[in-house]
């Protein structure tokens, strides 16, 4: 299963990388986020993560070409898109740089809106929909992700917590690649308890 731990955006947590069985690390480039990264971790410090784990950048209805010199400035290995980017805009990204497309699910979310994504897109993940984007602390109903049929694989976010160990467990859908948690392991916004995070992991792998 794979694990990606978001919103990161202070220094202790790249200090203590080598604790944790991580696969992903996601940076949120949105101004509006509690977790914005730009003014609280340099360049300079994300890029020195090590390579076995792929560095994140999360981005809500940002120009292409902002998206693309903030990767590079930060050696991304993948965007993550979580606003309301059209397929144009995804598949043109996608040409420079491997795309998670996030999906806000609530229970009037149409899974068929996915399709139009299928091969341009290398994760999908399906968050809580909400006013705000991301970060809300709040679950949707994962019963609803029976109905997904895609090909792409994708992760599961929203609202997961350190008592969900045995939730996550027991899904057993054949494209579930993995998991994103963010708010439900912080002390406060962008600041994670390194402890239940790796307490956590051994629940679950």
């Known amino acids: 299963m794979l694990i990606k731990v978001c919103g990161i955006a202070n220094s202790e947590f790249l200090h203590r990388i080598d604790e944790m069985h991580i696969d992903f690390m996601g940076f949120i480039f949105y101004p509006k986020s509690k977790r914005y990264v730009e003014s609280k971790l340099m360049a300079e410090q994300i890029q020195t993560i090590p390579k076995s784990i792929k560095k994140i950048g999360v981005f809500v209805n940002e120009d292409i070409k902002n998206v693309l010199q903030t990767t590079k400035r930060y050696a991304l290995d993948f965007v993550q898109l979580h606003g309301n980017e059209d397929v144009s805009f995804v598949k043109n990204l996608s040409g420079e740089i491997p795309v998670i497309k996030a999906f806000r699910v609530d229970e009037n979310f149409d899974f068929d809106e996915t399709r139009l994504f299928e091969n341009i897109c290398t994760y999908f993940l399906f ?58 392991f912080e002390t406060e916004p962008g600041i994670k308890n390194i402890d239940q995070i790796k307490n956590f992991i051994n629940q679950i792998t």
């Open 127 to 184: 968050d809580t929909k909400d006013k705000l984007y991301g970060g809300t602390g709040k679950k949707f109903d994962w019963q609803l992700l029976k109905k997904y049929k895609g090909k792409t694989l994708f992760l599961l976010s929203g609202g997961i917590s350190p008592d969900d160990a045995s939730r996550i467990n027991q899904i057993s859908h054949p494209k579930f690649a993995g998991i994103d948690i963010n708010s439900g």
